[in-house]
């Protein structure tokens, strides 16, 4: 089957990424996770999948990357996921995933799973009640009318507003986004953090503290 993984990621531009990260570590250090984490995540999906970088703005970071790279719409989250899912299977893939970039130890297999479910739309969910990735095999206009975007409701009300929308829903397993140093410090003591080389070395290079134990 004819499978896309887009990957959503901002440009690295300081104090737009990572942002809670930034206040503990500094926007340095911030930029430097984020861009990282694009690279593992890219990698991850690559090694079973086509991929397509999307970006919120112009921009020449990611130098090594090969694959194809767009813009994303204006408008907010769902609008932005809808019109790249949309357009994406208009284009002839059979499924299409969206992944974000918060979660540089995601396991394929979890993609997998994405990609398997026989559903219009499988979630993959995030520990903070929001979704680590989407794929779809159908889209509907409606499908994330009312989603408070950035909520511990975001999950589970995507889940309510593709149902009301005729789209049949299945769920991935869940997984945990890097939002917070507390979600850094579980990251590096993470046996999963092996499969993400950027990330290692990284954190290797900047001997960050334990904040997240305070």
């Known amino acids: 089957m004819r499978h896309l993984v887009v990957l959503f990621a901002k440009a690295p531009i300081s104090g737009r990424v990572k942002t809670r990260l930034a206040k503990e570590y500094?926007?340095?250090v911030a930029l430097d996770l984020h861009r990282?984490?694009?690279l593992d995540a890219a990698a991850r999906a690559s090694s079973g999948w086509p991929i397509e970088l999307h970006t919120d703005a112009d921009t020449d970071a990611w130098p090594t990357l090969t694959c194809p790279r767009r813009l994303q719409c204006p408008g907010d989250?769902?609008?932005?996921?809808?019109?790249a899912l949309e357009e994406a299977l208009a284009r002839g893939w059979e499924r299409v995933a969206i992944l974000?970039?918060?979660?540089p130890d995601l396991p394929a297999a979890h993609i997998a799973r994405l990609f398997d479910a026989d559903a219009d739309v499988c979630l993959g969910p995030a520990e903070d009640g929001g979704f680590w990735g989407i794929a779809c095999r159908r889209v509907a206009v409606d499908m994330f009318e009312g989603v408070p975007w950035s909520s511990p409701h975001t999950m589970a009300a995507t889940v309510q507003?593709?149902?009301a929308s005729g789209l049949s829903?299945?769920?991935?397993?869940?997984?945990?986004?890097?939002?917070?140093p507390a979600d850094l410090?579980?990251?590096?003591?993470?046996?999963?953090?092996?499969?993400?080389?950027?990330?290692?070395?990284?954190l290797r290079e900047l001997h960050l503290p334990d904040s997240g134990r305070h």
Do not use: Q
């Open 161 to 163: 507003a593709c149902r």
């Open 36 to 38: 990282v984490f694009v």
């Open 26 to 28: 500094g926007d340095a």
């Open 100 to 103: 974000g970039t918060d979660a």
């Open 169 to 180: 829903v299945a769920l991935a397993p869940w997984w945990a986004d890097v939002d917070e």
């Open 185 to 202: 410090v579980r990251l590096a003591a993470s046996s999963s953090l092996e499969s993400a080389g950027a990330t290692t070395k990284l």
């Open 77 to 83: 989250l769902g609008a932005r996921l809808h019109a």
